[in-house]
């Protein structure tokens, strides 16, 4: 599978984006998918997970209450809803599915991943 994520962009902190990941195949609709996101100097993080029906999600506790992952997969996309943005939520953001069978995927599970979208918050 191919992703491909966009939406990304310069936002003042306390401000909104939702990103989009379009998914080429068939089996979009069966993998779970994530969200990740890496700052310049530190290691990627696991931002949110959605199960193939969407039914399950987690969050990471830094962005619980803010972030707000879904899916629609008669449109193969996956979305991340972020409000009250942060400086510290500037990062490229990666969306990520995984093979896995049912649930949500751990960090290592992911086996295809996008390009990534930079998203910057300034204060």
């Known amino acids: 599978v191919q992703l491909q994520a966009s939406g990304g962009g310069l936002v003042q902190a306390g401000g909104s984006l939702r990103l989009s990941c379009i998914a080429s195949?068939?089996?979009?609709?069966?993998?779970?998918m994530g969200w990740f996101r890496q700052a310049p100097g530190k290691e990627r993080e696991y931002v949110a997970a959605?199960?193939?029906?969407?039914?399950?999600?987690w969050y990471v506790d830094s962005v619980k209450g803010r972030f707000t992952i879904s899916r629609v997969n008669a449109n193969y996309t996956l979305y991340l809803q972020m409000n009250s943005l942060k400086p510290e939520d500037t990062a490229v953001y990666y969306c990520?599915?995984?093979?896995?069978?049912?649930?949500?995927?751990?960090?290592?599970?992911?086996?295809?991943w996008g390009q990534g979208t930079l998203v910057t918050v300034s204060s």
């Open positions: 195949g068939d089996a979009f609709a069966s993998y779970p």
């Open positions: 990520a599915a995984s093979a896995i069978r049912g649930g949500l995927a751990r960090y290592s599970e992911y086996e295809y």
């Open positions: 959605i199960s193939w029906s969407g039914s399950s999600t």
